[in-house]
């Protein structure tokens, strides 16, 4: 079957604007996340979705990014007011249930802010 | 506090050769995760091989296998018969439990150079 799949796969946008990025997971996986990995990090978690809900938020580093999934299948990752310091690549996550099983990740969108 | 740690910025192995890559990690919770995945320069991370904290035997997965030492907590991945294709960057990642549900906590992974 289909994976994880992320649009757009690069998106170059300049300080100041707003972007969202796409993640469509695993069908009936319920569990989906949102990493960050900056060059040469290891991804960093941001926001854990179980259904339709944001279960965990905890991750997300200011009020700039903000994440929504409003029928418990694709997730929107969108960020205001986009700096410098968000250029890194945003990788989406699905798993079933509670994610205690393995993540199967999407292939990332690399974003860079001007 | 770092969680996981990998200490091997890169490694080179040639190949058909074996490899082990060292990932410690630090946790107060009995019931917990180790993964290892691939990153190739593509970016896509692709999960190779999972062990649970009280799993009996060591995991392995085709080429793949994991020296799980409880104790020291360590989590080695060792690569058999290295291939070309095995070149690329490598993340050891622990389930964290949290309030509602799990997140992988990475180590900053190490790259991997196979060499003919």
């Known amino acids: 079957g289909a994976g994880v799949s992320q649009t757009p796969s690069n998106k170059v946008t300049e300080k100041g604007k707003y972007v969202e990025l796409r993640c469509d997971p695993i069908s009936g996986h319920t569990a989906l996340y949102w990493y960050r990995q900056s060059l040469g990090q290891g991804p960093e978690f941001l926001i854990y979705f179980q259904g339709t809900g944001a279960a965990d938020d905890s991750g997300l580093p200011n009020d700039r990014f903000f994440a929504v999934r409003p029928e418990g299948s694709v997730s929107t990752l969108k960020i205001q007011r986009t700096e410098r310091g968000d250029s890194a690549m945003y990788l989406c996550?699905?798993?079933?249930?509670?994610?205690?099983?393995?993540?199967?990740f999407g292939p990332g969108t690399r974003l860079t802010v001007l | 506090a770092q969680k996981i740690t990998q200490t091997q910025p890169g490694m080179f192995v040639q190949e058909k050769e074996a490899v082990t890559l060292d990932c410690t990690y630090d946790?107060?919770?009995?019931?917990?995760?180790l993964f290892w995945y691939k990153q190739p320069s593509s970016g896509e991370m692709i999960f190779l091989i999972y062990q649970g904290s009280y799993d009996q035997q060591n995991a392995t997965e085709g080429r793949y296998s994991l020296n799980f030492q409880k104790a020291r907590k360590s989590a080695n991945l060792v690569i058999s018969a290295s291939q070309l294709g095995d070149s690329a960057m490598y993340f050891c990642?622990?389930?964290?439990?949290?309030?509602?549900?799990?997140?992988?906590?990475f180590g900053k992974g190490t790259t991997l150079s196979v060499s003919s």
């Open positions: 946790t107060s919770d009995p019931s917990y995760g």
């Open positions: 990642a622990m389930r964290e439990r949290r309030e509602a549900g799990t997140a992988l906590i």
């Open positions: 996550a699905s798993s079933t249930q509670g994610g205690y099983n393995e993540q199967f």
